[in-house]
């Protein structure tokens, strides 16, 4: 029998580490990994705190969307609602349902864990969790957050599950994100009797987030010895 297809965690020994940039978001730092026989190699990365995404599904098995524009790739992209895990001692469950709020005016009565992923291993540390939610209702006109920025008058609107799916497909949308967790949403749905919600996911919110950001170190150390800015 083969073996069990599993990506497998792994921590080289890291013989130094300079922050050599500190950004409004995320840094950049430089390690030199040993690779044991492979030898010693220096990879610049992007030092990233992770982030939370929401498939929301109504009734209806539609998709909550919003579209924002990202200047990296000059485009306004269609997303699922998301936000950086920006916030000490804020547990991603927690993260998503305030940016549930905050992007789409909505709260959600279920939560399930839908997967994890790494948004581009080789140059980044970002993790991203996406949560399924269901149980869609409206935040009150009097409780809505106030945007501004980039979400000022970002638009929201609902995509039948199917129809993203082909979308993306297509290649008519680009978010990684958005991606993986729409056809990741669908195979899960073909598992499962029309419209019913997965069984409570305990795991949700007891599963560790893997991340291997350094400004969440630096935040509770304040100071790194072993990874000094230039």
Do not use: K
Request: glycine share 8%; hydrophobic share 40%; with cysteine.
């Amino acid at each position: 029998m083969p073996d069990e297809l599993r990506d497998q965690l792994a921590s080289l020994p890291v013989r130094s580490c300079v922050r050599s940039f500190t950004g409004h978001v995320w840094n950049i730092v430089t390690e030199d990994v040993d690779l044991g026989e492979g030898g010693v190699v220096t990879r610049d990365f992007v030092d990233h705190p992770g982030a939370v995404g929401i498939l929301a599904l109504d009734e209806q098995d539609r998709v909550v969307l919003v579209q924002q524009y990202r200047h990296p790739v000059g485009a306004y992209e269609w997303e699922l609602p998301a936000g950086l895990l920006d916030v000490d001692g804020e547990a991603p469950h927690l993260t998503a349902a305030r940016e549930l709020m905050e992007e789409a005016d909505l709260e959600a009565a279920q939560w399930h864990l839908l997967l994890d992923h790494y948004t581009s291993s080789g140059g980044s540390s970002e993790s991203v969790r996406v949560f399924l939610a269901r149980g869609l209702t409206d935040v009150p006109v009097e409780s809505r957050h106030a945007r501004d920025g980039e979400e000022l008058g970002m638009p929201v609107r609902r995509v039948p599950l199917d129809e993203l799916v082909e979308s993306v497909l297509a290649g008519d949308v680009h978010n990684g994100t958005l991606m993986v967790s729409a056809l990741a949403a669908q195979r899960l749905r073909e598992r499962l009797p029309a419209h019913a919600v997965p069984a409570p996911d305990t795991g949700c919110c007891s599963r560790p987030l893997r991340t291997r950001c350094r400004r969440r170190r630096w935040t509770a150390r304040r100071r790194p010895s072993w990874c000094p800015s230039p």
